[in-house]
């Protein structure tokens, strides 16, 4: 995501000619150039570095109440052959509108956007990568799994989900919902230009927010950096756990098919024939309990995937919307307004020069009438720059109400593991028994198997 998604402002057409000026003039604006007439910064007062009670910038929800706002399923369709390409079509049903219709990876990319239009100041979660050809049942797999985790929470995100774009991508089964998508994104500009607190915001913001703002993207980075080595381990053992049951499904057919053996014993053998064949008839029967074994393995494994693998992945996409959302405030309006502060700047040395050199008096008027519209761009890009600030504070209240799921996390791997080997446990318990056949004593008489001895063996 970039910051090119926002709205263009609107530019003076003087402007342009001035940017261009910027453009060839790299120099920063000297320490006494002259600054436009907009709000001076206030110095901190005790009062301004607390939010007032009631304050529109709070956002009072909890973990549960967001998980509430809607439940939505993703699921693949199964696939369909175009004229060259096979498409893959997603079963996308919402619990919240009571609706179930069919998207396409592209109809996903088109809502993208439209987010990304009507909320540059937002955390608009990233879409999965699109691959063109070759594209196999795991990452058709992994896809799924990315949009559903987009789709939920841009679902629960509080102004997206009051938002009828959002209606419409999972309610309208009208043939052509990209064209609608983007229609309803044509007929409004972006939250700026809707909220009626924008002008507003800096009211509402703390004194101290640019270093709130530092501090907070600090903190989020040093916990998306964790949380990504916590899934990283999680996959890990939920592919330790696959491959487990693997292991042991191969262990007991090999089992089986050593107790299914026909081949006849040769006559230097057939005095231990009948122990052979208890053997062979006792290992071929193994083979059911190591198959639920590798069941009860893959189930875990599979239980962890979606529980805890799933979950992290969720979080994770959170976090790096939130610092895509740091960036685009840093590349987008932060910049154009320092941008738009140069070239002020520029327009007014030019003024100073031509009272200097005595020039005519239109030119000297028509450079003050575009350092007037370079003021009314500043101030308008002054007040985004607020609603922006405004906009992160809230967005960093929401990664903080997403921050408990750590603990459902962890409570999901560790249910998942007492239950996981229990029931193995309960499998190699009823296994045990049937094992003493297979261990002969010296008079042909079962014997069960010896624990190993402690200290050093006996030569």
């Given at each position: 995501?970039?910051?090119?998604?926002?709205?263009?402002?609107?530019?003076?057409?003087?402007?342009?000619?001035?940017?261009?000026?910027?453009?060839?003039?790299?120099?920063?604006?000297?320490?006494?150039?002259?600054?436009?007439?907009?709000?001076?910064?206030?110095?901190?007062?005790?009062?301004?570095?607390?939010?007032?009670?009631?304050?529109?910038?709070?956002?009072?929800?909890?973990?549960?109440?967001?998980?509430?706002?809607?439940?939505?399923?993703?699921?693949?369709?199964?696939?369909?052959?175009?004229?060259?390409?096979?498409?893959?079509?997603?079963?996308?049903?919402?619990?919240?509108?009571?609706?179930?219709?069919?998207?396409?990876?592209?109809?996903?990319?088109?809502?993208?956007?439209?987010?990304?239009?009507?909320?540059?100041?937002?955390?608009?979660?990233?879409?999965?990568?699109?691959?063109?050809?070759?594209?196999?049942?795991?990452?058709?797999?992994?896809?799924?799994?990315?949009?559903k985790r987009f789709i939920n929470l841009v679902a629960r995100h509080?102004?997206?989900?009051?938002?009828?774009?959002?209606?419409?991508?999972?309610?309208?089964?009208?043939?052509?919902?990209?064209?609608?998508?983007?229609?309803?994104?044509?007929?409004?500009?972006?939250?700026?230009?809707?909220?009626?607190?924008?002008?507003?915001?800096?009211?509402?913001?703390?004194?101290?927010?640019?270093?709130?703002?530092?501090?907070?993207?600090?903190?989020?980075?040093?916990?998306?950096?964790?949380?990504?080595?916590?899934?990283?381990?999680?996959?890990?053992?939920?592919?330790?756990?696959?491959?487990?049951?693997?292991?042991?499904?191969?262990?007991?057919?090999?089992?089986?098919?050593l107790g299914s053996d026909t081949t006849p014993l040769p006559s230097?053998?057939?005095?231990?024939?009948?122990?052979?064949g208890s053997l062979k008839q006792a290992l071929k029967g193994l083979?059911?309990?190591?198959?639920?074994?590798?069941?009860?393995?893959?189930?875990?494994?599979?239980?962890?995937?979606?529980?805890?693998?799933?979950?992290?992945?969720?979080?994770?996409?959170?976090?790096?919307?939130?610092?895509?959302?740091?960036?685009?405030?840093?590349?987008?309006?932060?910049?154009?307004?320092?941008?738009?502060?140069?070239?002020?700047?520029?327009?007014?040395?030019?003024?100073?020069?031509?009272?200097?050199?005595?020039?005519?008096?239109?030119?000297?008027?028509?450079?003050?009438?575009?350092?007037?519209?370079?003021?009314?761009?500043?101030?308008?890009?002054?007040?985004?720059?607020?609603?922006?600030?405004?906009?992160?504070?809230?967005?960093?209240?929401?990664?903080?109400?997403?921050?408990?799921?750590?603990?459902?996390?962890?409570?999901?791997?560790?249910?998942?593991?007492?239950?996981?080997?229990?029931?193995?446990?309960?499998?190699?318990?009823?296994?045990?028994?049937?094992?003493?056949?297979?261990?002969?004593?010296?008079?042909?008489?079962?014997?069960?198997?010896?624990?190993?001895?402690?200290?050093?063996?006996?030569?």
């Open positions: 995501m970039t910051g090119g998604a926002m709205d263009p402002l609107p530019t003076a057409p003087g402007a342009a000619a001035a940017e261009a000026e910027a453009d060839e003039e790299a120099d920063p604006p000297a320490a006494d150039s002259p600054v436009p007439p907009v709000s001076e910064p206030r110095a901190p007062d005790a009062g301004r570095m607390q939010v007032p009670p009631g304050n529109p910038l709070l956002l009072s929800l909890t973990l549960q109440e967001l998980l509430a706002r809607d439940a939505v399923q993703v699921e693949l369709v199964p696939e369909k052959k175009g004229l060259f390409l096979k498409h893959v079509e997603y079963e996308v049903s919402s619990q919240r509108f009571k609706s179930c219709v069919y998207r396409r990876y592209n109809d996903f990319v088109v809502f993208h956007e439209t987010l990304l239009h009507k909320f540059p100041y937002r955390m608009v979660p990233a879409l999965p990568p699109k691959r063109m050809l070759g594209a196999d049942r795991e990452f058709i797999e992994a896809r799924r799994r990315a949009l509080p102004p997206f989900s009051e938002d009828g774009v959002l209606k419409l991508f999972l309610s309208f089964s009208g043939p052509d919902v990209q064209n609608k998508l983007r229609e309803s994104a044509q007929r409004v500009g972006d939250e700026f230009m809707n909220c009626r607190l924008a002008a507003r915001a800096k009211d509402f913001l703390p004194a101290d927010i640019q270093t709130q703002f530092a501090m907070s993207r600090e903190l989020i980075r040093n916990i998306y950096n964790s949380f990504h080595k916590l899934r990283d381990r999680a996959e890990r053992m939920v592919s330790r756990a696959i491959d487990n049951a693997a292991d042991l499904l191969i262990f007991g057919k090999e089992l089986s098919a230097w053998a057939s005095l231990n024939s009948s122990t052979w083979s059911v309990e190591f198959a639920l074994l590798a069941d009860k393995a893959a189930q875990q494994g599979k239980q962890e995937e979606n529980d805890v693998v799933e979950k992290l992945n969720l979080f994770l996409d959170l976090l790096q919307s939130y610092k895509d959302l740091c960036e685009r405030h840093e590349k987008g309006v932060l910049h154009r307004h320092q941008r738009a502060l140069h070239t002020y700047s520029l327009m007014k040395r030019q003024v100073v020069s031509a009272a200097a050199q005595s020039r005519e008096p239109e030119s000297v008027e028509q450079l003050e009438s575009r350092i007037v519209e370079q003021e009314s761009v500043i101030q308008t890009m002054e007040l985004r720059n607020y609603y922006s600030l405004y906009c992160l504070h809230q967005e960093t209240q929401l990664v903080h109400a997403y921050l408990p799921l750590t603990s459902h996390i962890l409570g999901a791997f560790v249910n998942s593991q007492v239950q996981g080997h229990k029931e193995m446990s309960k499998v190699w318990n009823d296994l045990q028994p049937k094992l003493r056949c297979l261990f002969v004593g010296p008079h042909g008489a079962p014997a069960p198997p010896r624990p190993p001895q402690d200290g050093p063996s006996a030569h």
